[in-house]
């Protein structure tokens, strides 16, 4: 059982508030490397096969508890835990407030991972400079997790907190730090320009802490912070995994996949040659592209195998709701 008390520190004045010379900006800088060097290896991606969601986490006691956003373990009761070094665990989904958008997760296997502190999102002032980081994309082995660095923009009176950070899809979920590296919110929702961002403050996380490690699952995701409207999508329903692939269920009317000539129980293999086994897979590898690309799909059908062409669209021109 970790205590409060262990896991939360008070929010400290950043020691460079505005940059008015030369120096003023190195010593950022040092900063800036002081807390990427502290916390990042504690940022985590998730991913679940069942739903085929992805996001990202950050760990914040030595036991492996993990905070996220509750849109990202939405529907799954277990997630599949990624450390930067390519490490993998196994994660138990906890608790959630849906309405803050926060959740937890536990990984089950005993052990001593590296963590962040928390620290106060009630003390941040619009201004304040911050890091955000995430799994962009999802888990990349060619890179750790990346460094985005921005200013508090605003706050609002349910505990939310607004950056400038940039982030985009694979990101949700995924830890806000202040200047000491201490963790004071949780990736929310990304901004149609992936520059206003929406993070839940950890205040409110910590309020509702007791509940979220017993489990307990409330409130009402008004919106889905996971449909990025930027991102791009295939127009189809993943059946699950089968035949060393993905099993389209169902092909939406007039959606891309639709128009490349995909039919129901059309088993995926393959985005321009890469391989794809697995839900999380097809979403890391499909974030590689933007909408307006062509990907070619490669499927098999029966005995056979054949490639699509695919022209890929944003998620908010073809879903409406």
């Known amino acids: 059982m970790i205590s409060l008390q262990l896991v939360t520190v008070s929010y400290a004045q950043d020691s460079v508030s505005e940059i008015h010379s030369l120096q003023d900006l190195k010593s950022l800088e040092q900063e800036i490397k002081s807390v990427v060097a502290k916390v990042q290896p504690a940022t985590v991606s998730l991913a679940a096969n069942r739903t085929g969601a992805w996001g990202s986490g950050v760990v914040v006691s030595e036991d492996g508890l993990i905070l996220t956003a509750a849109h990202v373990v939405q529907g799954t009761p277990e997630m599949i835990v990624i450390f930067p070094d390519g490490t993998e665990k196994e994660g138990k989904v906890l608790g ?18 590296p963590f962040a502190k928390t620290g106060n999102s009630d003390e941040l002032k619009v201004g304040n400079f911050v890091v955000a980081m995430g799994h962009a994309g999802g888990y990349d082995t060619l890179r750790k997790p990346p460094v985005r660095f921005g200013r508090i923009v605003s706050r609002n009176p349910n505990g939310f907190i607004s950056s400038d950070c940039t982030l985009i899809g694979g990101d949700s979920g995924g830890p806000l730090f202040d200047m000491k590296g201490n963790v004071v919110g949780i990736n929310s929702s990304i901004g149609y320009d992936f520059k206003a961002n929406n993070h839940a403050g950890i205040s409110g996380l910590l309020a509702d802490w007791d509940r979220l490690k017993k489990g307990d699952t409330w409130g009402d995701l008004r919106a889905n912070p996971l449909a990025n409207p930027d991102s791009p999508v295939m127009g189809f ?13 169902a092909i939406l009317p007039d959606g891309p996949a639709d128009l490349a000539g995909m039919k129901p129980n059309d088993v995926i293999r393959a985005i321009n040659g890469q391989r794809v086994k697995s839900g999380k897979a097809l979403l890391i590898e499909l974030n590689r592209y933007r909408p307006g690309q062509t990907i070619k799909v490669r499927v098999k059908r029966g005995n056979e195998s054949r490639d699509l062409d695919l022209k890929l669209v944003k998620r908010g021109d073809f879903y409406t709701e």
Do not use: C, F, H, W
């Open 237 to 249: 329903s993943i059946g699950g995994e089968l035949d060393g692939g993905i099993m389209a269920e």
């Open 96 to 113: 959630a407030n849906r309405t803050k958008d926060i959740a937890m997760v536990q990984i089950t296997q005993p052990g001593s991972y």
